[in-house]
């Protein structure tokens, strides 16, 4: 059974980190796209770090660059958003997503992925 399962969120103090990751189970994360998402109460959800295979491209929120590093470790089939230097405007709920094969359109849209985890809080408040 495809599942991805998200841990690593919480409070923490402004100007913080947290790692936030996504366990994959049931399918080979190296085979798809990877995205975080995030949705602050009362606003729509966005695209915050995301990865293409192919080609190969990176996006990033700009208000998150240089603060937010997306990455994968293979043996692990897990996915993970590092978080440095929180604001309180990064609170909301992270989601990780993946696509077999995004497009450079659909690149960090919702409809872009197929496969979502449940959502994990982050607050990030003094």
């Known amino acids: 059974q495809l599942q991805l399962v998200e841990s690593g969120g919480g409070l923490v103090q402004p100007g913080g980190s947290l790692t936030l990751s996504c366990a994959a189970s049931?399918?080979?994360?190296?085979?798809?796209?990877i995205a975080w998402f995030r949705q602050a109460p009362g606003k729509e959800r966005e695209g915050v770090s995301c990865?293409?295979?192919?080609?190969?491209?990176?996006y990033a929120l700009d208000s998150v660059k240089g603060r937010f590093t997306i990455f994968r470790d293979s043996a692990k089939n897990t996915m993970y958003l590092q978080m440095d230097s929180l604001k309180p405007e990064d609170t909301g709920v992270y989601f990780c997503a993946i696509s077999f094969a995004s497009t450079e359109a659909a690149m960090c849209q919702i409809r872009g992925y197929d496969y979502w985890g449940r959502g994990i809080q982050v607050t990030v408040s003094s």
């Open positions: 990865v293409m295979r192919r080609p190969s491209k990176t």
């Open positions: 049931g399918l080979i994360l190296d085979h798809y796209d």
